[in-house]
Nanobody, 123 residues
């Protein structure tokens, strides 16, 4: 098991920035892919960004150029820096991890999930 805990969500205005974090514990001595997904009310969960152990990054088109994913392997923590936030970014943001991933953009590829952190962007 790899317990994941998100933090850093909150209420911001459109155009503001926010950083959410994901702390991993447990068997963190193995290399794994980590990702962010989000789910807005009434919508399906969607891919936001992912990062491999060596730092390769992947982004959804809707956040490319505005969001930056990063990780600190020594601290077992992953971050999502969100800039130029829009009301449509409002969602619960979930952290996910997996050791073997066929497609980083598919939520079914991930084995471990956090409980999520709410991000609300007002217009």
């Amino acid at each position: 098991q790899v317990p994941l805990v998100e933090s850093g969500g909150g209420l911001v205005q459109a155009g503001d920035s926010l950083r959410v974090s994901c702390a991993a514990s447990g068997r963190t001595n193995r290399r794994y892919v980590m990702g962010w997904f989000r789910q807005a009310p009434g919508k399906e969960r969607e891919f936001v960004a992912a990062i491999t152990w060596i730092g390769n990054t992947y982004y959804a088109d809707s956040v490319k150029g505005r969001f930056t994913i990063s990780r600190d392997n020594g601290m077992n923590t992953m971050y999502l820096q969100m800039n130029s936030l829009k009301p449509e970014d409002t969602a619960i943001y979930y952290c996910a991890a997996a050791y073997y991933v066929e497609n980083v953009k598919v939520d079914g590829s991930y084995d471990y999930w956090g409980r999520g952190t709410q991000v609300t962007v007002s217009s």
